[in-house]
């Protein structure tokens, strides 16, 4: 729902201010006054083409800015969350008002905002159309695509329809997984098979060679070990001589690191019980030297271990690690991404093989489902057409009412020769406006009166059943007077239940039924400026002020005693007929 409308520089518009209630608003003005700027303003929002000829005189730019209600999770929320101007916590909050914004320089460069954020007018255009639809003399956004009329056409069919609707897209879609994987495999039996010896013959390899984990560098550390005997030998007797000492002959020489431990160890011997920081010292040296004659056992156990290897190890282990390697060139990086390829191929090739009994598996459930969605598509069609019907009388004693009576709305539902996600029939709705006319698809063969009419009965209609957020009408009453006019208003105000309505209009019969009356002014002290440029006002009347300009619609003078009484008579109408939304007159209502 738009709450706030900010226009400037639009027109003969210099600067207003539009504060929108819900249920029905209406605007009215003379003839020249800006009325027309007010529509344009709404369709610039809607990402309609801005031309410089509508920047003011003297503006460098012209800009429209609106304040709107929008749900949560509302689907121009989720619009724009997905242009980027919206996070997913936005989205699904309604904490703050939704702005939408558009300007148009006189240089024809234009500029458009949502939620604060720069956007394409493109993006602006499909915000947009998710809040508002315009019903104009020029364009009538709304029900014109084929899509927009079935799905019009399938909520007016009720939830019951919608329950079979859902089970059938539901099968649908499993239906279309299935014929393409049968598809897949049917028309790739060949590449498949391929690809089932290629599997097979690479398990094979990796199967003879019995990778383990880690292997890899378990051999890399034992290679380096083998390829470096000597020094890890004469390293390992060095320090074993260091620590337990070497050759007998030599030990005067070249006390080992054993020998000096157990020397101090006993150097204390004799006065450690006269000192217990003295013994814990002692004590200590002991575990030192325990741990020295250890390290020298297993240095010499070292030592003569690599006696024991040999080159035959070392090629064994070259050889080894080449199988590895060309394995992990073919399969992975490393061992283990090698083994992960084999688990997940092996898979792949157990499917690959059981083609013969899946596509025969498939080709049934194929076959069973096609003709389930067929017979549900049948019910479905059949249930659109009674719909269909339904929504035709309906719309016909609506027709009636705003001086049609001779205009038919027809719904054709046309059986299609493929399934498709709504079934197997395309849904149009087609108009004959005159008696004798042939049926012809909306916007064709009527005029922009007339088919604003159409669409505001198809709108009261649909409104119970998927509605809007907010309608915009403009001049919907083009052509039609008195009684006609007083229906179109009470078409209006029932639309305003169920949804915020915005209407241009120069009936008074149409704007007694308005919850907010909107006056474009003509202002006078600005339009007497010297530079010859014309500009309005716009603003919300009082009661008082309603009254005047009902009267003025109905006679042209706001101050006539007679049209300002029948002016007040129809707003006691329109308030007897709808109590809760329409405004009182600013003569009581007697009663009655």
């Given at each position: 729902m738009i709450e706030h409308l900010s226009i400037s520089s639009l027109g003969v518009i210099d600067r207003a201010e539009l504060e929108l209630t819900p249920g029905f608003n209406v605007v009215t003005g003379e003839t020249g006054a800006g009325k027309t700027m007010v529509v344009t303003a709404f369709?610039?929002?809607?990402?309609?083409?801005?031309?410089?000829?509508?920047?003011?005189?003297?503006?460098?730019?012209?800009?429209?800015?609106?304040?709107?209600?929008?749900?949560?999770?509302?689907?121009?929320?989720?619009?724009?969350?997905?242009?980027?101007?919206?996070d997913e916590a936005d989205a699904e909050s309604a904490e703050e008002p939704f702005l939408m914004g558009r300007s148009v320089s006189a240089k024809g460069r234009s500029r458009a905002t949502?939620?604060?954020?720069?956007?394409?007018?493109?993006?602006?255009?499909?915000?947009?159309?998710?809040?508002?639809?315009?019903?104009?003399?020029?364009?009538?956004?709304?029900?014109?695509?084929?899509?927009?009329?079935?799905?019009?056409?399938?909520?007016?069919?009720?939830?019951?329809?919608?329950a079979a609707l859902r089970a059938y897209q539901d099968d649908f879609a499993r239906?279309?997984?299935?014929?393409?994987?049968?598809?897949?495999?049917?028309?790739?039996?060949?590449?498949?098979?391929?690809?089932?010896?290629?599997?097979?013959?690479?398990?094979?390899?990796?199967?003879?060679?019995?990778?383990?984990?880690?292997?890899d560098a378990q051999l890399r550390a034992e290679s380096m070990r083998l390829e470096n005997l000597e020094s890890l030998r004469d390293a390992a007797r060095t320090a074993q001589a260091a620590v337990a000492g070497g050759d007998a002959a030599l030990a005067d020489e070249a006390p080992s690191a054993v020998?000096?431990?157990?020397?101090?160890?006993?150097?204390?011997?004799?006065?450690?019980?006269?000192?217990?920081?003295?013994?814990?010292?002692?004590?200590?040296?002991?575990?030192?030297?325990?741990?020295?004659?250890?390290?020298?056992?297993?240095?010499?156990?070292?030592?003569?271990?690599?006696?024991?290897?040999?080159?035959?190890?070392?090629?064994?282990?070259?050889?080894?690690?080449?199988?590895?390697?060309?394995?992990?060139?073919?399969?992975?990086t490393e061992i283990t991404d090698v083994l992960q390829w084999a688990e997940e191929s092996r898979a792949r090739l157990d499917s690959l093989q059981g083609d013969a009994g899946r596509i025969e598996e498939l080709s049934e459930q194929v076959k069973e489902m096609e003709a389930s969605l067929w017979s549900q598509a049948g019910a479905l069609r059949e249930k659109r057409q009674e719909a269909g019907d339904a929504l035709a009388a309906a719309v016909g004693e609506e027709l009636a009412a705003l001086a049609m009576p001779n205009a038919r709305l027809l719904a054709d539902v046309t059986p299609l020769e493929s399934l498709t996600r709504h079934g197997a029939d395309q849904a149009a709705l087609l108009l004959a406006p005159h008696a004798g006319a042939d049926p012809a698809p909306l916007g064709r063969g009527a005029s922009g009166g007339e088919l604003s009419r159409v669409m505001l009965a198809l709108e009261v209609v649909l409104s119970e059943h998927a509605p809007a957020s907010t309608f915009i009408f403009d001049e919907v009453d083009a052509g039609v007077g008195g009684k006609a006019a007083v229906q179109i208003g009470r078409r209006l105000a029932k639309l305003a239940q169920h949804a915020q309505v915005i209407c241009v209009t120069h009936l008074p019969q149409v704007a007694a039924y308005a919850d907010n009356h909107i006056r474009v002014f003509k202002d006078p002290e600005a339009s007497g400026q010297s530079d010859g440029v014309t500009a309005s006002d716009v603003r919300s009347l009082t009661d008082d002020e309603r009254v005047g300009e009902l009267a003025r619609m109905l006679a042209g003078h706001e101050d006539s005693v007679s049209a300002r009484a029948h002016a007040d008579e129809l707003l006691r109408q329109a308030a007897e007929e709808h109590p809760a939304s329409a405004q009182s007159s600013a003569t009581p209502i007697p009663e009655r």
């Open positions: 369709g610039l929002l809607l990402g309609h083409r801005g031309s410089p000829a509508a920047v003011r005189r003297g503006a460098e730019r012209a800009s429209v800015d609106a304040e709107l209600e929008v749900p949560a999770g509302h689907p121009a929320r989720v619009r724009a969350a997905e242009a980027g101007v919206l949502a939620a604060g954020r720069g956007v394409p007018v493109s993006t602006l255009g499909e915000i947009g159309e998710q809040l508002v639809t315009v019903h104009g003399q020029a364009d009538q956004l709304r029900l014109k695509s084929a899509s927009a009329q079935r799905a019009a056409l399938d909520a007016y069919a009720g939830p019951e329809f919608a239906f279309r997984e299935l014929a393409a994987e049968l598809e897949e495999i049917t028309t790739n039996e060949l590449e498949r098979r391929r690809e089932a010896e290629h599997l097979q013959q690479a398990l094979e390899q990796i199967d003879e060679a019995d990778p383990q984990p880690g292997e020998a000096l431990v157990e020397d101090a160890s006993q150097a204390l011997v004799p006065v450690t019980d006269q000192d217990p920081e003295l013994e814990e010292i002692g004590r200590q040296l002991s575990e030192v030297s325990t741990l020295l004659t250890d390290a020298g056992n297993q240095l010499g156990v070292y030592a003569a271990g690599l006696d024991e290897s040999g080159p035959e190890r070392l090629a064994e282990v070259h050889a080894r690690r080449a199988e590895l390697d060309r394995l992990m060139r073919l399969y992975g």
